[in-house]
C-alpha cells in the first residue's frame, strides 16, 4: 500500500491540543520516538527522532516516503544479513506479525556514518482493538555494540592465533574475523627470505566480489617498492589511513597495472594499512578496506586493526620460529639417530629405540646404541648417558663416533670404554655414561661394561645367564679401568643388551623391573630378534600405559647366532 503524504487522522490528533501533553512528554524523552498509522505513514516524530533520522521538521520527516528515507543508507541486521522497508518492525506489526525488539545496523550512504540501533515497538490501540498506529522507541546502542564488537574481535582473534602454527592458516582464519564484523576487505602481505611482498590471505564480505579478493591474493610476488604506501608502511612501521579514496591513491596503492583494474572493480571506499611488526622490525602489512557498506575508517578503526595487526605479526613471527626450530630439530635428529643394522655374518640382529620426548619433540635422546667395523672385526655398543633431551643426546653423539674413531687404533671393548672416558672427562660438567661394550666373534663375543646392566643370554631351552660384571662408570673416576670377558654364543642363542630404560619403565604402581624383563625373554625362547623385541616394547607400552607418568629413553639390542 503506498504511504500517504496528507496529513492522516492519527496525524491530525497528534497535533491538536488534547495530545499536546503526550506531545512534550515525548519530546522530553531522550530516546527517538516515532509514530507510523495505519498506513505505514510516519505521522509524528520527537525532536530526538528527528534528528537521528537527519530531518528538521515533522513536516520534512513527513514528506519523505520510508523507503525514500531507507534508500540513504545500508540497512543489516546484527549478522549483516540486509534488511528491507518490509523488514522493519512498526510494519511488521501493522501486518499482524509478532514482533520482538530488533537490533538494526545503519551506514548512511553519504557521510559513511555507522549506527546501531535497537527498535522496541508497540500497537496504538482504539477501542474495539481497532489498530490507530504503531509507535516506536529508537535506541542508539551505537557505542555499546561498537565496544562490544571491538571486544569479541580481539578475544577471538587471541583463540585464532593461539589454535595454530601454521602462520597462513591463521591469517586466513584473522582476515575472516575482520570480515565482515570490522570491514568489507581484509588482506596480508608478508616480507619473505628475499625481501620481496607475497600476500598470504584475502578476503571480500560480497559473494561477486569474493572471486576477485582471491584473485588479488594469487597475484605473483613483487619486488618491495619503498615508494609507495605498503613499502612505506613497512619502512616507518607507522599506520596508513586513506579515509576517502581517489583513483590516483589507487594508483599509488596498485603494484601493477592488473593490480590497479582489479582494485578499481572492487571500488574501495576507505582503507587503513597496518604494521605487522616484531621487535625492531616490520614483516608485513594488513590492508582493512571498506566499499560496498559505505563506511569511511577513522582513528578507532585504526587503532583496533594496529591491534590485530600486532598479535598477528607475533603469531608469524613464533611460527616462523617453530618451523626453524622443527628444521634445526630435523638436521640434528638426522646426525644423532642410530644407523641402519649392518648385516653381520653369522649373525641375525634387531633394534628397539624409543627416546623421551624432548623440549624440541625430536626423536633423540640420552640412550644409544652403534655397530662398528675395523678390519673384518666387528663391534656393538649400547649405552646411557645421564639426563635427556637435546644436551643428553649431543653426549650421544660424541660416545658413538668416538667409539668408531678409538676401534681403528685398538678394536678392543675395555680400550674403546677406556677412550670414551677420556673424551667425557675433557666435557664441561662431567657427564656421566654407562656403556656395554662387545666384539662379535664366529662362536663368541668379547664383552666389557661400564656400569650398564648386563647382557641376558637366552639359550633355545629358556634358560638365562648374564654377562659380564660391571666396570666403573664413564666420566666418573680418574685412572680407572675395565675388565674384558669372554662369552661363548651357541648356535640359536640369543643374546639381548638394553639400557636401564627399559627396567626402569613405570606402570601404574611399580617399575617394570629386571624379573619381567628376564620372564619375557625366556618366553621367547627360540624366537628371531626381531620379534622378542617386538613383544618387549609392546609388553613396556601395556605396562606404561594409564602410569601418567613421564617415559625415559629405552634402547635394546639383540643378536642371534
Known sequence: MPERVHRSALAARLTRGDAAIFREMFQLLGEAVTVRDPSGALVYANQAALKHLGFASIDELQRSSSQAIMDDYLVEDEHGQPLTHDDIPSVRLLRGERVEPTLMR???LTTGEVRWDLLKTSVLQARRGRIRGVLTVIDDVTD?????????????????????????????????????????????????????????AARHRDQASAALAEQLRSLPTTKLDRQ?????????????????????TLTELARDQDHLSRLREL?????????????????????????????????????????????????????????????????????LLPRALPAIPGWELASLYRPAETELRIDVGGDFYEFFENEGVWLALI????????????????????????????????????????????ESGRALCTALCLRLADDHVVISSAGHPPAIIVAEDGSLRQVPEAGPVLGAFDDANWPEETVSIQPGELLVMYTDGVIETVGERE???????????????????????????????????????????????????
Open 106 to 108: 545503519t551506514v548512511n
Open 144 to 200: 555499546v555494540k561498537t565496544a562490544e564488537l571491538r571486544t569479541r574481535i580481539l578475544a577471538e582473534s587471541g583463540r585464532i592465533l593461539a589454535s595454530s602454527l601454521d602462520y597462513r592458516e591463521t591469517l586466513r582464519n584473522i582476515v575472516a574475523l575482520a570480515v565482515p564484523s570490522l570491514v568489507d576487505y581484509c588482506a596480508v602481505d608478508l616480507l619473505d627470505g628475499s625481501g620481496d611482498i607475497e600476500r598470504v
Open 228 to 248: 609507495r604506501p605498503i613499502g612505506q608502511v613497512i619502512e616507518s612501521g607507522t599506520s596508513q589511513l586513506f579515509q576517502n579514496l581517489t583513483d590516483a
Open 267 to 335: 571500488d574501495p571506499r576507505s582503507i587503513v594499512l597496518v604494521p605487522l611488526s616484531v621487535p625492531r622490525r616490520t614483516i608485513g602489512v594488513m590492508t582493512l578496506g571498506t566499499d560496498r557498506s559505505g563506511r569511511r575508517l577513522d582513528d578507532a578503526d585504526v587503532a583496533l586493526a594496529e591491534q590485530l595487526g600486532r598479535r598477528a605479526a607475533v603469531a608469524v613471527e613464533n611460527a616462523r620460529l617453530h618451523t626453524k626450530l622443527s628444521e634445526v630439530a630435523e638436521t640434528l635428529q638426522k646426525a
Open 383 to 426: 649405552g646411557d648417558v645421564t639426563g635427556k633431551g637435546v644436551a643428553a643426546a649431543s653426549v650421544t653423539s660424541l660416545m658413538r663416533h668416538g667409539a668408531r674413531v678409538a676401534a681403528r687404533s685398538e678394536p678392543a671393548p675395555a680400550s674403546i670404554l677406556s677412550r670414551l672416558d677420556e673424551a667425557l672427562a675433557e
Open 511 to 561: 617399575r617394570f623391573g629386571t624379573e619381567r624383563l628376564r620372564a619375557l625373554l625366556s618366553s621367547q625362547a627360540g624366537e628371531d630378534p626381531k620379534t622378542v623385541l617386538e613383544r618387549l616394547e609392546a609388553a613396556l607400552a601395556e605396562f606404561a600405559s594409564g602410569s601418567g607418568s613421564g617415559s625415559d629413553d629405552v634402547a635394546a639390542l639383540a643378536l642371534r647366532r
